[in-house]
């Protein structure tokens, strides 16, 4: 695996991860237990005359199977992957007990930092889809990456 | 417990939590080994010769006790917490193993929906602190919320 300096990024490159999870209902259940426990995260019944009509597993359990998916990927930022924040973070579809999840990202901007001569930000979309090829999640964030040392 | 509608909400309410929680460094480390096993979430010497100088808990294990914290206070919506998606979500500084967090919330908007009348959203900041006042996850997002029925 190849490590990326700021310099080995360019708007417009994309990357997608070979890696699918699988969404076990008993794991949804038990992060949302742990850290998310509304009804439609824990009960089928409940649910089921939620707002989302049947079982959802928490967004940030979605977020933080996201993040695994991009570790897996060749998107290997020296330094590792350091989100400085994100603009946008959005779940499109519910995931539901038996999804399958994979991710894809784009570089959407580079810019070395003005105060820190040894590190820059990129700006990437990173998506996550379901085995339908629905986004479940859609998000925006600036990565802290180090310049090629000199 | 009072449940809130829409009607019941208006820009500047703040409410804070009373609930604390501990970031134990056994269970950030296991948050990391499943979601994000980048050396500086898993090991205090990889971690230490890090950008974070020191063990770091992965900013979606944060992102994941904020929500709890957030489901304990009085901040308790019709329908639930609902996350149509965030404008904002950044960590100011490095959750360590050992802190305590805590969470404080401000409406900053307060919009009926136009294409369902029955909900409407609330656009929220959440400001997650560890024990010594500093800001270490800070959102806005904006909420799905039911309106009263008439």
Redesign the interface.
């Known amino acids: 695996m190849t490590v990326l300096y700021l310099e080995d990024f360019t708007p417009g490159q994309r990357f997608a991860g070979g890696t699918r999870i699988r969404i076990e209902s008993e794991r949804a259940k038990a992060?949302a237990a742990?850290?998310?426990?509304?009804?439609?995260h824990l009960d089928e019944g409940a649910a089921s005359v939620?707002?989302f009509r049947g079982l959802a597993a928490?967004?940030?359990?979605t977020?933080?199977?996201t993040?695994?998916l991009l570790?897996e990927t060749e998107f290997q930022p020296a330094?590792?992957?350091?989100?400085?924040?994100?603009?946008?973070?959005?779940?499109p579809t519910p995931v539901r007990p038996g999804d399958e999840l994979r991710v894809e990202g784009e570089v959407l901007e580079v810019r070395p930092s003005k105060s820190r001569p040894e590190q820059g930000v990129v700006k990437m979309r990173t998506s996550t889809f379901n085995q339908w090829g629905e986004a479940v999640q859609v998000s925006v964030g600036n990565l802290?990456v180090q310049r090629r040392p000199s």
Chains 1, 2 share one sequence.
């Open positions: 992060f742990e850290f998310d426990p509304q009804p439609f939620s707002i928490s967004g940030w359990h977020a933080a199977v993040m695994r570790v330094g590792g992957i350091v989100g400085a924040g994100f603009e946008e973070l959005r779940w802290i």
